[in-house]
């Protein structure tokens, strides 16, 4: 008998949800998000953060070769962002320099040699792209602005920037020839970009 009572009472809750969500009509009645940018503008701006993702893994992988790749991927990429899209005509014309600097920057990186110097290229890299997602007000994931102390010489501090809280360091890495991997995770989140509301 208290099974079917309880048969009944799941049939009547699951019959007034029902009534209650008409085809069409979400589940959740919050307020969707809407980006203030359009699609094209954050497809491709999404585009360049993932491109920074595999330069950024390819020096915490000590592979000089896929970071070469991405720098060369991620250059032409901020170049084709539709800058003019943006709905500030001074928001545009600034990011739009922002953008040339970073991919100049890149062409930089790409002539070093040695990783040491391409991560410190990747440090100027980094800051100009975290300056673009702040200019751009982008608002399709929360950015995460991370510092590393000792990137440089054991004194000097490098930053970098990514979608997780999680700390990977890119300026130690993976292979360190002195620490291995014992100081991916070394570093700190200092501010983030979230214009998600």
């Not at 503008?41 to 893994?57: G, I, R």
């Not at 000097?156 to 809280?165: I, R």
């Amino acid at each position: 008998m208290k099974k079917i009572a309880a048969i009944f009472i799941g049939s009547i809750f699951l019959f007034v949800i029902a009534c209650n969500n008409k085809p069409g009509k979400p589940i959740n009645t919050a307020t969707t998000f809407k980006s203030k940018n359009t699609d094209s503008f954050n497809l491709a701006f999404d585009s360049v953060l993932s491109e920074y993702n595999k330069l950024k893994t390819a020096f915490i992988n000590w592979d000089t070769i896929t970071a070469d790749k991405s720098a060369i991927a991620l250059q032409r990429l901020l170049i084709y962002v539709p800058y003019e899209q943006l709905k500030d005509d001074e928001v545009a014309t600034k990011a739009t320099s922002i953008a040339q600097n970073a991919a100049d920057a890149m062409q930089v990186l790409l002539s070093q040699d040695s990783i040491a110097d391409k991560r410190r290229i990747f440090y100027t890299v980094s800051e100009s792209i975290y300056n673009l997602a702040k200019t751009v007000g982008y608002d399709k994931a929360i950015i995460y602005h991370k510092k590393c102390p000792m990137a440089f010489t054991g004194d000097q501090e490098g930053w970098w920037f990514s979608e997780t809280k999680t700390i990977d360091n890119p300026y130690f890495g993976n292979k360190h020839p002195k620490y291995k991997n014992a100081m991916l995770e070394c570093g700190t989140v200092e501010d983030s970009i979230d214009n998600m509301h």
